[in-house]
């Protein structure tokens, strides 16, 4: 379909006399791409960390990891904090490159 709208759109470029809106539409065919193209990266970020290569901890390992972590002093709440902002901040500066 992408391709169909760009021949459309480079049609009406060429006879721009007749449809004013050749550029308008070429542009918005180029944003298109250019919004797949950043769904893509994003969706490449969120498939980063597999379930198969990083099965999900059940509670009680979780637990444990929270004991330890109390033990030199981090707080298990703050750890997923900072992770949970890794996470929105890199998908949010991939967002950045194509949206003000």
Known sequence: ???????????????????????????AVERIDELETTLTRIR??????????????????????????DTVGISMTRLHGSWGRHIVQGIGDIIKMVLP
């Open 1 to 27: 379909m992408m391709e169909q709208l760009r021949k459309l759109a480079a049609d009406k470029v060429n006879s721009a006399t007749e449809y004013g809106d050749g550029p308008t539409l070429l542009w």
């Open 44 to 69: 490449q970020w969120c498939d980063a960390y597999p379930i198969t290569v990083f099965p999900p901890l059940p509670d009680s390992e979780l637990k444990r990891a929270d004991k330890a972590l």
